[in-house]
């Protein structure tokens, strides 16, 4: 008998399991375009990082750890990063255990983790004493940040960014005689490819078209928030989080052929092994799962909708924070300011690393040194952000239900979809109010 798509399978698939005193001197001016000379300290300075990101040790060394530690060895200054891990001791047993937490980086989207154990602090003055010109950086990215603050305050300085692109497999595409995306398309042009391409191939089926629904809803291009501002309730039943729904998720599900093959495998397809011909997804997958390694894809800018042509996702950068119980808060700023240099982010960029600063030679430096370097990588840029809007530190708590809406609107429909997310989101805010 034929099986449905069930909303926790959806919502778990499509995830795709994928910040005392201050001790020192303020070093002297400098702007973005500058690298950081940092000072000579008589003592030695060992700075502590986490994050919930998941990033590993080796991912954050070969992305920042290693680059920190070459510029400061002279200066007396080391950064350590200490993963966090579902198996590992977590933020609340460090702190129990005396750990000095000193920094803490992540993504908007968990941001709120600084403020659940009291981490966070406005950084606005320590950006102010060590001079960093914030005009140099992407618009969207502050905006973002003081975003995930729910107001003016800035708990973290923006060291890369990111946004949604959609990867093809080229493999796919050849097999079927089928054209590769183009560098714009709507929503509806992309239907179409993704109908041309959910088919079989003897007992293999294809999909044509699949996303993370987490990072999808997160970064919605019509930056619709979680919550209503004004009423701290879930936002979800209105007409622009209905017209999401159906753009970004039910039309190119229906016609990629996602029904067939999750009948067939009781599972979501996977881009990454060559199940699913298109998806939307981070553009910094390649740089986290080596994976990519193993497959001929490309990429170009997400679809946009028909009347906000040429806008995309809305950004989502991550940030670096100095935590308000570090001992060390102006070494740890000299750091965060070292990041954002010209000189660090002209070096990310060639890794492939989004950059935050708005600067046409950081930009066209973008993966030149990246093993993918000869893909389509500028897509990146193509698209304009969408801007960014409210954040709750309740988001995480209801992303769930916004996930499952997908999986109810699919086997039943879009009305019953909404307004079963709204009432499961706004029950879990009553409990968490009553705690």
Known sequence: MSRTIGPKLIAAALA???????????????SPDEGAAPEKRSEPVELFIVSASGDSLESFNERFGDMINRKFASSNIKVTYLPWKKEGPGIPEMIT?????????????IFPTVQ??????????LVKQHNLDLSAFEPVTLQAAHAA????ELWGVPVFNNNLVLYYNKDIFDKFGVAYPKEAMTWDELNELAKSLGRSDGE???????????????????SQPYLNPDTQQSAINGDLWRKYYETAFLQPYKAAGL????????????FLTQEAAMFM???????INKEYETINWDMVPIPTPPDQPGIGSQPYPTFFSVTSTSKHKDEAMEVIRFLVSEEAQMQLSKKGIMPVLNSPAVKEAFGQESKFKDRNLKAVFVNQFAPVPYKSRYDSLVERTYNEAVGVALNQDINTALRQAEEKANQILTTEANK
């Open 97 to 109: 255990a005396g750990q000095q937490i000193d920094m803490y980086f992540d993504s908007i989207g």
């Open 281 to 287: 997804y981070l553009s910094s997958a390649i740089f």
């Open 149 to 152: 603050s729910g107001g003016e």
């Open 116 to 125: 659940n154990y009291n981490l966070q602090m406005d950084m606005t003055d």
């Open 16 to 30: 795709l399991a994928v910040a005392a005193a201050c001790s020192g001197s303020p070093p002297p001016a400098a």
């Open 259 to 270: 029904q067939s093959f999750t009948d067939k495998n009781n599972r979501m397809p996977n």
């Open 204 to 222: 293999k089926l294809y999909v044509g078209y699949t996303t993370s629904a987490n990072h999808a809803l997160r970064m919605n291009q019509l």
